[in-house]
T-cell receptor, first 113, second 115 residues
Framework: NAGVTQTPKFQVLKTGQSMTLQCAQD?????MSWYRQDPGMGLRLIHY???????DQGEVPNGYNVSRSTTEDFPLRLLSAAPSQTSVYFC????????????FGSGTQLSVL | AQTVTQSQPEMSVQEAETVTLSCTYD???????LFWYKQPPSRQMILVIR??????QNATENRFSVNFQKAAKSFSLKISDSQLGDTAMYFC????????????FGTGTSLTVIP
């Protein structure tokens, strides 16, 4: 099993550009989420999904959009990148919301110039 | 609001010694789970140990154990017989049951194991 696959691993954008971070999991997990990791701030939840067609905002959703058309995929869209979005982004999935561990992707290092 | 506090940004320990990483959290909920995740330089997030808040018995996983004090909202991680491979960033986290799997993470403790 591949687990949680994130692409790309690295990306450099100019301010105002848009892009989509891809996330796919092959474990048939209903729960998926996106986190950003910034130095000194730990991981913060951006958006999450409890199943296909259902998404909700986390702690820091501004500037990001998500959709969940299939169980497997949960892309994160930056519509107009800003330097404040420079961060490492992690996608994660889990079997349930009853204390199961999160399976993480390998992360995307994004720099916005 | 849910918060997780790790008050030790950096720690070091001699190889084979024992070290304890501190974590406190704040929530008004009663049904939740606590976790410690390890992030080595590879950036991969690895689950170290998990604790169910409704269980009083402290979780253990080989050299890793926790001291869970529910009333004090404290969840410290003890690493025994420290190994060089334990060098990593450690994050404390918790999630509230049945809320869509929203995790709240602390700011992390960078642990260095010294040969």
């Amino acid at each position: 099993n591949a687990g949680v696959t994130q692409t790309p691993k690295f990306q450099v954008l100019k301010t105002g550009q848009s892009m989509t971070l891809q996330c796919a999991q092959d474990m048939n997990h209903e729960y998926m989420s996106w986190y950003r990791q910034d130095p000194g701030m730990g991981l913060r939840l951006i958006h999450y999904s409890v199943g296909a067609g259902i998404t909700d905002q986390g702690e820091v959703p501004n500037g990001y959009n998500v959709s969940r058309s299939t169980t497997e995929d949960f892309p994160l869209r930056l519509l107009s990148a800003a330097p404040s979005q420079t961060s490492v982004y992690f996608c994660a999935s889990s079997q349930s919301d009853r204390g199961e561990k999160l399976f993480f992707g390998s992360g995307t290092q994004l720099s916005v110039l | 609001a849910q918060t997780v506090t790790q008050s030790q940004p950096e720690m070091s320990v001699q190889e084979a010694e024992t070290v304890t990483l501190s974590c406190t959290y704040d929530t008004s909920e009663s049904n939740y789970y606590l976790f410690w995740y390890k992030q080595p330089p590879s950036r991969q997030m690895i689950l170290v140990i998990r604790q169910e808040a409704y269980k009083q018995q402290n979780a253990t996983e080989n050299r890793f154990s926790v001291n869970f004090q529910k009333a004090a909202k404290s969840f410290s991680l003890k690493i025994s017989d420290s190994q060089l491979g334990d060098t990593a960033m450690y994050f404390c986290a918790f999630m509230i049951r049945y809320t869509g799997n929203q995790f709240y993470f602390g700011t992390g403790t960078s642990l260095t194991v010294i040969p």
